[in-house]
C-alpha cells in the first residue's frame, strides 16, 4: 500500500495483520521497522544462536518462552515468561547487534550500542530499535518512497546478517 502511496491503506494493513497501529505514518514506519528486527530476532537469530549454544531443548525453550508471552491467557504466566524470555534474549540480542555492525554501519552501531551495551533493564526490542535503523543506515522514519527504502535497507541489513551467520556456522561446522 505504502508503494502505492496510500498510507491509509497501509496504517489498516499494519493493523489487521502486524496489530501496530500509530497515530502518524512516521511513527507507523517507526514501528513496523522495529516488527521487522524483532520477528527475525525472535523467529530466527535467537533460536539459532541458543540451538548452537546449548542444543535442540534450548531453542525449544526459548520459542516456548516466546509463545507463552505473546498467547498466554493469563497474566502471571505472560508476566514470568515475558521476565525469562528477557534473560534469554539478553546475550543473543547483543551478538546480534554486533552482526549489525560488522555488516552494517560499524560506527553508527558502536556509537548507539555502546552506552546500552550492558544494560540489562533495557528490552531486546528497544534496543533492536534503537540500534537495527542505525546499523541500516535508514535513519529517521518516513513515509512514502523514502519510508519504502529505509524497510528495504533494514532488509538488506537483515539478509547480510543472515549470510554472515551461515557463514559463521558452516566454519563452526567444519573446523569443529
Given amino acids: 500500500a505504502w508503494r502505492r502511496g496510500d498510507s491509509e491503506a497501509a496504517a489498516l494493513v499494519a493493523e489487521r495483520d502486524l496489530g501496530l497501529a500509530a497515530a502518524d505514518p512516521r511513527?507507523?514506519?517507526?514501528?513496523i521497522q522495529a516488527h521487522l528486527l524483532w520477528r527475525s530476532h525472535q523467529g530466527f537469530f535467537a533460536v539459532i544462536f541458543w540451538y548452537l549454544l546449548l542444543g535442540p531443548m534450548a531453542a525449544l525453550a526459548y520459542r516456548l518462552l516466546a509463545l507463552a508471552t505473546e498467547h498466554s491467557q493469563l497474566a502471571g504466566v505472560r508476566e514470568r515468561a515475558a521476565q525469562?524470555?528477557?534473560?534469554?534474549?539478553?546475550?543473543?540480542?547483543r551478538v546480534l547487534l554486533v552482526s549489525f555492525g560488522l555488516v552494517g554501519n560499524f560506527v553508527t552501531v558502536n556509537r548507539v550500542l555502546l552506552p546500552e551495551l550492558l544494560n540489562w533493564h533495557i528490552s531486546a526490542r528497544q534496543l533492536l530499535a534503537q540500534v537495527g535503523p542505525a546499523a541500516a543506515e535508514a535513519g529517521e522514519a518516513k513515509v512514502e518512497d523514502a519510508g519504502i527504502e529505509q524497510l528495504d535497507?533494514?532488509?538488506?541489513?537483515?539478509?547480510?546478517?543472515?549470510v554472515l551467520w551461515y557463514a559463521?556456522?558452516?566454519?563452526?561446522t567444519i573446523l569443529g
Fill in 168 to 172: 559463521i556456522i558452516a566454519i563452526w
Fill in 84 to 93: 525469562l524470555q528477557h534473560a534469554f534474549d539478553w546475550l543473543p540480542v
Fill in 153 to 162: 535497507a533494514v532488509e538488506g541489513l537483515l539478509v547480510r546478517t543472515r
Fill in 27 to 31: 511513527s507507523l514506519m517507526a514501528a
